[in-house]
């Protein structure tokens, strides 16, 4: 599993533990190395990544919260937001966007080919994960939902927040990333935050830039180490010897 938390899950659920073992994720092992690399520079970019099954309501008004937001407040009229929506966005969830109508928002340049009602899968390929490690080290601010694009931003010590509104539809509502469980308690993680309210997503974004902000980047693994494990040595041996254990 790839942390503490997950192994607590089946301890709670009366699973021999000692079966169990806090490895990591072997594909998020990239950003780890990417680590190094980081500048942490302020760049007036935000980016929006959304979840699978998105919530368009809620995104409209999203979308024109922050196009006000930015055109008013003179601290972020530099900054621009981008959308990246999910790859893999299921076809009764999509609506198509006229980002010719904002002035501060624009869907990301990578993501035009594939924004369409034609998404019947994703046209993502292997070949583009570099390309989103760096588009998450080009952003200063990441908003996302029940996504592992949390944890990944995390990593790269960016500040993010999990955006989880309410919704007149049972069905979003069900699927709030802190009722996942392995999204429960991730704000405990120090570069990490959850906003049920467009006004706390406006208060994080203005205050990120008015405000001097230092990265305690030891403090943030440290509290990150519950939900993900950073592996010591390749995953491949980490595994194997796992395996010898139980054989």
Sequence with gaps: ????????????????????????APRLQAYFNFQKKINN???FLIS????????????????EYIETLLDTNKFTKKVTFIYKPHPYTYLKFIKIFNFKTYKNIKL??????FYNYNNVSSKIKSSNFKNEINSLNQSDLIIT???????????LYKNVLVYIPNSKNSFFNERKANFYEHFKN??????????SKLSEIGREIT?????????????????????????????????????????
């Design 145 to 155: 939902s029940a996504t592992s694009i949390a944890l990944e931003a995390s990593i």
């Design 207 to 247: 205050n990120f830039y008015t405000k001097k902000q230092k990265i305690n980047k030891k403090s943030i693994d440290e509290s990150r180490k519950f939900f993900l494990k950073k592996p010591k040595v390749d995953f491949s041996r980490s595994l194997y010897d796992c395996v010898k254990k139980l054989i």
């Design 186 to 195: 991730i704000d405990k993680i120090e570069n990490i935050k959850f906003c």
């Design 41 to 43: 520079k302020k760049k």
């Design 1 to 24: 599993v790839w942390g503490k938390q997950a192994k607590r899950f089946f301890l709670t659920n009366h699973c021999n533990t000692t079966k169990v073992f806090d490895l990591g």
């Design 108 to 113: 990301a340049n990578d993501y035009k080919r």
């Design 48 to 63: 929006y990544y959304d979840r699978a099954t998105p919530d368009q309501n809620n995104n409209k008004k999203l979308f």
